[in-house]
């Protein structure tokens, strides 16, 4: 029992995935913040980096990923209302602003319970 709690293997990939897992996080709630300024830092500094395939290489289209609104106290907050108005719909397609939505892959398909 005492060999099972310290046993350790894949410690380092979940500890490497987890601070992935929150650059990512950080990175899209401030592009939702902050608005396009930051969104086209992250691009700038994308479009310096070397791709392994040329699509790689493209320019970074800047979107709203997560629906807000200014609330009545001045704060930027979640605005509810739309992401449940667009439940059972493609969000991010719709939220990038594509033709078709479904051309993103729903990646995001938000399902009522």
């Known amino acids: 029992m005492l060999k099972l709690l310290r ?13 992935i897992a929150g650059v990512a996080l950080v990175c899209a709630v401030s592009v939702s913040v902050f608005g396009n300024k930051v969104g086209d830092m992250i691009a700038a500094a994308a479009a310096v980096l070397p791709g392994a395939q040329s699509s790689n290489n493209a320019p970074i289209q800047v979107g709203q990923l997560i629906e807000t609104k200014i609330g ?42």
């Open 7 to 19: 046993n350790r293997k894949g410690q380092g990939m979940v500890e490497y995935g987890l601070i």
């Open 72 to 113: 009545d106290d001045g704060w930027i907050v979640l605005d509810v209302e739309r992401i449940y108005n667009a439940s059972n719909t493609p969000r991010l397609g719709n939220n990038f602003g594509l033709e078709n939505p479904i051309d993103f892959g729903s990646l995001v398909l938000d399902v009522t319970p």
